[in-house]
T-cell receptor
Framework: GAGVSQSPSNKVTEKGKDVELRCDPISGHTALYWYRQSLGQGLEFLIYFQGNSAPDKSGLPSDRFSAERTGGSVSTLTIQRTQQEDSAVYLC?????????????FGPGTRLLVL | GQQLNQSPQSMFIQEGEDVSMNCTSSSIFNTWLWYKQDPGEGPVLLIALYKAGELTSNGRLTAQFGITRKDSFLNISASIPSDVGIYFCAGSQGAQKLVFGQGTRLTINP
């Protein structure tokens, strides 16, 4: 597709359940990023992929959060044993991954609500 | 974590007025970006700045990359209703994570 796509667009889950969020980056973009945006706040970095490897996982808030990327394309963010404080919009972005071409393009996000 | 200081947090203006917002940081960034986010959407890139001192325009929008590489501003001239939204600055230190400001919420009275 022309842009970054994410699914599902909305997810409501019960506390303690696991959730998987998916991101399809722009074709040809080697770098992929996950961010979290709480209500009324700016974006908080979670993890960055270059190809299939994740050189920077520093933003993952706890070991309940994990992410993987396969084939240098699609990425999945998994949250295990969800808590109410995990409720937020999870945004994915991609970029060419080249020095001087750091511009990141964002998807529409997945709105997660943990009850 | 690291964060940019963005101001003002909110603006209430009349249609046709000019708007100015800025971001400052204690750290040096190699790239400054300005995004706009509409309700229920992801941020959309408005302007990207790659060189200290660079002044770039995109229609009614003008942004500058501060000479110290620690600040940037965004100006919007002759505001129109569709300019309503939240504007975010973001800084990059390489092909890695972006650090975001807290956003400026722009409201326009017709």
């Amino acid at each position: 597709g022309a842009g970054v796509s994410q699914s599902p667009s909305n997810k409501v889950t019960e506390k303690g359940k696991d959730v998987e969020l998916r991101c399809d980056p722009i074709s040809g973009h080697t770098a992929l990023y996950w961010y979290r945006q709480s209500l009324g706040q700016g974006l908080e970095f979670l993890i960055y992929f270059q190809g299939n490897s994740a050189p920077d996982k520093s933003g993952l808030p706890s070991d309940r959060f994990s992410a993987e990327r396969t084939g240098g394309s699609v990425s999945t963010l998994t949250i295990q044993r969800t808590q109410q404080e995990d409720s937020a919009v999870y945004l994915c972005a991609s970029s060419l991954g080249l020095r001087g071409e750091e511009t990141q393009y964002f998807g529409p996000g997945t709105r997660l609500l943990v009850l | 974590g690291q964060q940019l200081n963005q101001s003002p947090q909110s603006m209430f203006i009349q249609e046709g007025e000019d708007v100015s917002m800025n971001c400052t940081s204690s750290s040096i960034f190699n790239t400054w970006l300005w995004y706009k986010q509409d309700p229920g959407e992801g941020p959309v890139l408005l302007i990207a700045l790659y060189k200290a001192g660079e002044l770039t325009s995109n229609g009614r929008l003008t942004a500058q990359f501060g000479i110290t590489r620690k600040d940037s501003f965004l100006n919007i001239s002759a505001s129109i209703p569709s300019d309503v939204g939240i504007y975010f600055c973001a800084g990059s230190q390489g092909a890695q994570k972006l650090v975001f400001g807290q956003g400026t919420r722009l409201t326009i009275n017709p």
